[in-house]
């Protein structure tokens, strides 16, 4: 299914969807799949999975460890490759990769875009690629129907706003706060506002998804009330895997409901 396709949906259902990210290959690349249908199964409308980086410049404690986890397991992209064709296969969802730049450049941006292609990847996010930098690339992608996800902060101003847009195809990704990737307690005035900001300069040309610290059913339930398309949840979900590493029964039962907490607070 098209990112697209899944944005219309929500849109026609009047709901802001839920985009859960987990890293591939934490606990084991075998238990990955279920990590993503026990998301899917719980209301999460697209799958954002990261490919391992040993130094994630975005990435808070949460999402290091878990990187961590999956490299010390000897994870390599060509295994994220083929067994997210799976995920694809099994669950009716769109599925986007996070992954920094060097990652791609290592295997070959156009290998690796044909590999993604391949395994049946919606779009990619690449936290450290700059638009200007990445004209080439995004061509290349756009080559593949593959979409490319690029980020704004709450310090983008309106006519940088305007040249990641022309870029970006899928969702623009909007970071809510400064910083890294996190759990965080409460969003301040200035978040809401650049926020809202931010969806009425967009003005539909692309839809617009919120990351970075989400991580309750009431940010969901914020957030959604600003406008935005979508809601991106990781380190809270990833946090669930860390606390139950000798459990995956448990890991999956609490994975679900959570994902079911935060889906109910979309607008649905």
């Known amino acids: 299914m098209k990112i697209s396709e899944k944005f219309r949906e929500g849109k026609e259902q009047k709901r802001s969807l839920l985009i859960g990210f987990i890293t591939a290959g934490d606990p084991s690349i075998e238990l990955t799949p279920k990590l993503a249908k026990a998301l899917v199964d719980g209301g999460v409308d697209i799958i954002e999975l990261g490919i391992p980086f040993s130094d994630p410049i975005a990435d808070g404690p949460t999402i290091q460890s878990s990187s961590m986890r999956s490299l010390s397991n000897g994870t390599t992209t060509k295994d994220i490759l083929n067994m997210s064709k799976k995920i694809v296969e099994e669950l009716d969802v769109p599925v986007v990769f996070l992954t920094y730049y060097n990652t791609i450049m290592?295997?070959?941006v156009e290998e690796?875009?044909?590999?993604?292609?391949?395994?049946?990847?919606s779009g990619i996010v690449c936290p450290d690629l700059p638009p200007e930098e990445g004209e080439e690339y995004v061509k290349l992608a756009k080559a593949k129907s593959i979409n490319t996800i690029f980020l704004a902060s709450p310090a983008t101003n309106d006519m940088r706003l305007d040249n990641i847009i022309d870029s970006t195809s899928g969702f623009l990704y909007m970071?809510?706060?400064?910083?890294?990737?996190?759990?965080?307690?409460?969003?301040?005035?200035?978040?809401?506002?650049?926020?809202?900001?931010?969806?009425?300069?967009?003005?539909?040309?692309?839809?617009?998804?919120?990351?970075?610290?989400?991580s309750k059913p009431e940010h969901v339930s914020n957030f959604t009330k600003?406008?935005?398309?979508?809601?991106?949840?990781?380190?809270?979900?990833?946090?669930?895997?860390?606390?139950?590493?000798?459990?995956?029964?448990?890991?999956?039962?609490?994975?679900?409901?959570?994902?079911?907490?935060?889906?109910?607070a979309t607008g649905n």
Do not use: C, H, W
């Open 175 to 214: 970071v809510s706060l400064f910083g890294v990737t996190g759990t965080r307690d409460l969003f301040t005035e200035y978040s809401s506002q650049a926020t809202k900001r931010i969806v009425e300069r967009v003005n539909g040309r692309v839809p617009v998804a919120v990351g970075f610290g989400i």
């Open 112 to 121: 690796f875009l044909q590999d993604a292609e391949r395994a049946g990847i």
């Open 106 to 108: 290592k295997m070959g």
């Open 226 to 264: 600003l406008g935005v398309d979508g809601v991106i949840v990781g380190s809270a979900f990833i946090k669930i895997i860390e606390d139950n590493l000798d459990n995956s029964d448990l890991m999956l039962e609490k994975l679900n409901k959570f994902a079911k907490e935060l889906s109910q």
